[in-house]
């Protein structure tokens, strides 16, 4: 945008009476309302988290989020988080790369896959895992078959006690498949935006597909990329449904933060619940924090490549 | 000098080597979570002081059924301490991980302590609740959880349709009758009892909370008795939480010997002691006795003798298509 074609939209006090033209108490009743109800419903309870949080002083407050229960579920929610978050990154950028730069045949059905945990309640993602994976769904009958097939592989697993659902593979398993599609669905419409032409002309100037890819196409979408993961990893450590079906709150060993809040809770401890909960609202601030910071640079970056 | 720092570090390596750590798992129902935590530090310290090896009991906790299913779906339970029979049995004849006749191998039922089905209000009883057939008025409001996932929430219903059969001449239809009254005045049917209490106590819905006598004294402990009372009626049903050893993944953990112990215990004078302190009804006499305030008297019926057996309830009452079924959806 050039700063001629800036000066041109200056709002011009008669130009701005005529696209507000309802009288001046619809407008305050309506700006009004907007803020009454973002109070209401997200600035009043994230005080209330604060300050329940708080109820029993800041010693209370740090007993309970130091107890080795809570640093359990608190490393353990970063584990899942830290598995899946990277792996959630790899398949979406291939996934959006597939998509957004060549055409094939059931395009469109990887598209609806990608979006299925989207459509799917996390507890029906929880159960399909259960079913898959618990004592008496495939897995289990497999291992406890008197004659499975791949005896060795059933043999081993078996002496080593392998455990997916109940365990933490089962907790990173549900945080994956709830998580799947943040990547992708941030960086598709991206790099469809994007189009083809760069890859094309580095292709033509005779740079490698990989050449390609680390050169032209994620300098183009890391912004995007950064935007995806954040909110991936928001939504993975904030996972509720899915994982408290298979997780099967083992205090200390399978209750990832949202469980342990839960615990808490249920055993009278709201200060402690809260105070707990708090670690996970100030991951959301902390969030919001990062995504506006990617949102503003990369606003600027599009900014100075228009002008440039 | 040298030599006996040696034999100090050997001897210090010796003694960690014999001293092993044990892990057992308990999964359990709602109420339980207090009594467990102080019987698990208790039973930790007597374990030390026996064997010499420190061990650790993870808890888990949650609407009985819901647990069952958990172990049924390969949780690694070594010991379950649920809400009712029925729960362990179907552990044992769907998942076939304990003997079918797992309830004759511990004293009592394997059923350590006790408890009943009470009635929580709130202070100074505004709806004058004092027995069952106050709670089916029209206008009282009752909070129950749901009998298809809640122990507790099937022997409170046992409980109400047992005083109406004793009521009505055990007249089946009138017992029906009184018992869809009573699910007509439930607004929230929470999955567990502590969801429930939760509901009653500091969400403050309800008038009345169909509670175990247990879950209802510690809610006057944590909210305080100028909140609530507890009602206790004429007459009710006397609730028995088993507990059992689960044979085949206690075999597979090398726990068989510690656990069964663990459940054992639960019947020594210092088990039962903890059991009374948190408001279970103990199996010893004399601890009965010592801790005769925490209880009211009360005309307690079994189950045994008013619906047969667990089997039997279960099929009648809480399968698809049975009687609570038909009330509810009514």
Redesign the interface.
């Known amino acids: 945008m050039t700063p001629a074609a800036t000066t041109f939209h200056l709002p011009h006090p008669a130009v701005r009476r005529h696209t507000t033209s309802e009288p001046p108490w619809v407008r305050r009743l309506l700006i009004g309302l907007a803020l009454g109800f973002i109070s209401l419903f997200l600035f009043l309870p994230l005080i209330f988290v604060f300050t329940q949080a708080l109820a029993k002083g800041i010693g209370f407050y740090f007993h309970t989020i130091t107890d080795p229960m809570a640093w359990s579920a608190i490393k353990l929610t970063l584990l899942a988080a830290a598995i899946s978050v990277p792996l959630n990154c790899v398949f979406g950028v291939c996934a959006a790369w597939a998509i957004a730069k060549f055409d094939f045949p059931g395009k469109n059905i990887l598209l609806t896959l990608i979006d299925l945990p989207f459509s799917v309640s996390p507890v029906i993602a929880g159960m399909i895992y259960?079913l898959v994976?618990?004592?008496?769904?495939w897995m289990?009958l497999w291992l406890n078959a008197d004659n499975p097939s791949f005896p060795w592989l059933a043999n081993w697993l078996n002496e080593h006690?392998f455990?997916i659902?109940?365990a933490v593979p089962g907790i990173v398993l549900a945080t994956i498949f709830v998580t799947f599609p943040f990547v992708a669905r941030e960086l598709i419409p991206l790099m469809q935006a994007q189009g083809r032409s760069e890859e094309e002309a580095a292709r033509v100037l005779g740079a490698s597909g990989w050449q390609t890819f680390w050169r032209v196409t994620v300098p183009n979408i890391k912004w995007g990329l950064l935007y995806g993961v954040i909110l991936c990893n928001a939504r993975a450590m904030g996972e509720f449904g899915a994982v408290s079906v298979v997780s099967?709150?083992?205090?200390?060993?399978t209750n990832t933060l949202p469980l342990h809040i839960e615990?808490l809770?249920?055993?009278?401890n709201?200060a402690g619940a809260f105070a707990v909960a708090s670690l996970l609202a100030l991951l959301a601030l902390v969030t919001l924090g990062l995504k506006t910071w990617i949102e503003h640079k990369n606003a600027a970056l599009n900014e100075t490549e228009k002008s440039a | 000098m040298k030599s006996f720092l040696k034999i100090m570090l050997a001897s210090a390596l010796a003694v960690s080597a014999n001293a092993k750590e044990i892990k057992l798992?308990n999964i359990s129902y709602?109420p339980t979570?207090?009594l467990y935590t102080e019987y698990n530090a208790a039973f930790a310290k007597y374990w030390k002081g026996k064997t010499g090896d420190e061990v650790t009991i993870?808890?888990?906790?949650?609407g009985s059924g819901k647990q069952a299913q958990?172990v049924?779906?390969?949780?690694?339970a070594d010991v379950v301490t649920l809400a009712l029979a029925y729960d362990i049995d179907a552990v044992s004849k769907?998942?076939h991980l304990l003997p079918a006749d797992w309830q004759n191998r511990l004293p009592n039922n394997s059923t350590p302590y006790t408890s009943t089905i009470v009635f929580l209000v709130r202070k100074g009883n505004p709806k004058g609740i004092k027995d069952w057939d106050d709670v089916v008025k029209a206008d009282v409001k009752v909070v129950a959880p749901n009998p298809k996932t809640s122990g507790g929430a099937r022997w409170a219903y046992l409980a109400a349709y047992a005083y109406a059969l004793d009521k009505n001449n055990h007249a089946d239809a009138a017992a029906r009758e009184f018992i869809k009254q009573l699910y007509k005045n439930v607004p929230v049917l929470d999955t567990g009892a502590?969801?429930s209490t939760?509901t009653f106590a500091?969400n403050g819905i309800g008038d009345v909370l169909l509670a175990w006598e247990n879950e209802a004294h510690?809610a006057l402990k944590?909210?305080g008795t100028n909140d609530f009372e507890i009602i206790t009626p004429s007459l009710s049903i006397l609730a028995e939480p088993p507990v059992a050893l689960v044979d085949k993944n206690a075999k597979?953990h090398h726990t068989t010997e510690v656990a069964t112990e663990y459940l054992k215990y639960l019947y020594s004078d210092e088990g039962q002691e903890i059991a009374a302190k948190n408001y279970y009804r103990p199996r010893t006499e004399a601890i009965a006795q010592k801790y005769a305030n925490n209880f009211t008297d009360l005309k307690l019926v079994t189950l045994e003798s008013q619906f047969g057996s667990w089997a039997n309830a279960q099929k009648t009452h809480f399968a698809d298509g049975g009687v609570f079924d038909q009330i509810y959806q009514k």
């Open positions: 259960v994976f618990g004592a008496q769904g289990g006690n455990k659902i109940f099967g709150k083992i205090r200390g060993e615990a809770y249920d055993e009278y709201y | 798992l709602d979570r207090e993870n808890q888990s906790h949650g958990a049924i779906n390969g949780l690694e769907q998942a502590r969801g939760v500091k510690l944590e909210f597979r």
